[in-house]
């Protein structure tokens, strides 16, 4: 989708326009206007414009290369989404200022999937044969989008439904709290190993209590059954990460909030890249957003580019960027007119 109006950034005006009919026609057509200056910009790159468009400009350059891609797209909420910034004042509490982010509204939920699947498309050539992609969404569309996923790279691809569980404030309704949503994961390819680092959650309170922090290992007997535990001079780990992941909101009052309405917590995606992938790896995400999983890419030593056709996500991913000092490679589409400021 895409937004007309204005973006204001860096001292600089830009007018947003659709695509031109070239262009949609012609998506290979799409150009950007900035050059690399740094091997770092290169390893962060975040790409201003429609994703089917970028995709396929990026589709030569980074086939099978991207280790993991992961897309936080609309919900289908069928309503327009604010961000929520605060204004101080010369007396009083701040204030709050709303600006549209992106807008969820669509003319049916069959345009809806349709939009989904044809990014999920666009996607599989850019995908390594190690690599994986997850699809965030939550329970009004995971159960169509499992199966469209599933006609893309084949249910044998399918490799795990992962669960964010998360606390907020109750709300009224005839029906129990929705507290999670579903992350879908699919690797490129069935027959090769996919990449995947295992990780642990901390062993509970009552295995402490009773074997310790030492590693256990089951003895068995010579067929098979179970005699008894032992416990190896050496420290556990921990248990085995599950597909529940309980991890918290970002906080109204935490460092990392952007005031982006659908920013997810930066230890969601950090759990995510270090499962799925390693150092210099690279992820993709083209529904960027408020920036958090390039964020958290740089962060874990990973290459990362992001995509977005909202300003407001574009401007708040740089800024993002710009505070934890992350060198970025800005792409701006042929469609984003730079104007003198008035």
């Not at 150009?31 to 396929?56: C, K, P």
């Not at 005839?174 to 490129?188: G, I, S, Y």
């Not at 067929?223 to 420290?235: A, D, K, M, Y």
């Amino acid at each position: 989708m895409w937004y007309a109006g204005w973006l204001v950034a860096e001292n600089r005006r830009y007018r947003i326009a659709p695509p031109t009919a070239r262009e949609t026609a012609h998506p290979t057509d799409f150009q950007f206007s900035n050059i690399m200056e740094t091997s770092e910009q290169a390893n962060h790159r975040l790409y201003f414009g429609d994703n089917l468009d970028v995709l396929a400009t990026l589709a030569q350059e980074f086939e099978k290369t991207i280790t993991l891609v992961y897309l936080d797209p609309p919900f289908f909420t069928k309503r327009q989404h604010q961000h929520v910034s605060r204004a101080k004042k010369q007396s009083g509490p701040p204030e709050r200022l709303h600006q549209p982010a992106f807008d969820d509204r669509w003319d049916s939920f069959a345009d809806y999937l349709a939009s989904i699947k044809a990014r999920l498309k666009a996607l599989k050539p850019l995908l390594a044969p190690h690599g994986s992609i997850v699809l965030h969404v939550d329970t009004r569309t995971s159960h169509y989008l499992k199966v469209i996923g599933d006609e893309i790279y084949g249910i044998d691809s399918f490799a795990s439904e992962i669960i964010w569980r998360y606390r907020r404030w109750p709300a009224k309704t005839q029906n129990f709290q929705r507290v999670h949503d579903v992350l879908l994961r699919w690797v490129a390819d069935s027959h090769e190993r996919p990449r995947f680092v295992q990780q642990y959650e901390e062993l509970s309170p009552s295995t402490l209590k009773t074997w310790g922090k030492g590693k256990q290992r089951a003895v068995l007997d010579q067929n098979g059954r179970r005699l008894h535990t032992s416990i190896e001079p050496v420290e556990s780990p921990g248990v085995p990460l599950g597909d529940v992941w309980d991890i918290p909101i970002i906080a109204p009052v935490a460092r990392e909030r952007t005031g982006y309405p659908t920013q997810k917590p930066e230890a969601l995606l950090s759990l995510l890249i270090k499962s799925c992938t390693i150092e210099e790896d690279w992820i993709l995400d083209p529904y960027v957003g408020s920036g958090t999983s390039i964020a958290s890419a740089a962060k874990l030593g990973r290459k990362a580019i992001g995509i977005d056709s909202s300003p407001v996500a574009i401007e708040t991913t740089r800024n993002r960027m710009k505070t934890n000092k992350i060198e970025l490679f800005e792409c701006i589409g042929t469609n984003l007119h730079q104007q003198n400021p008035d």
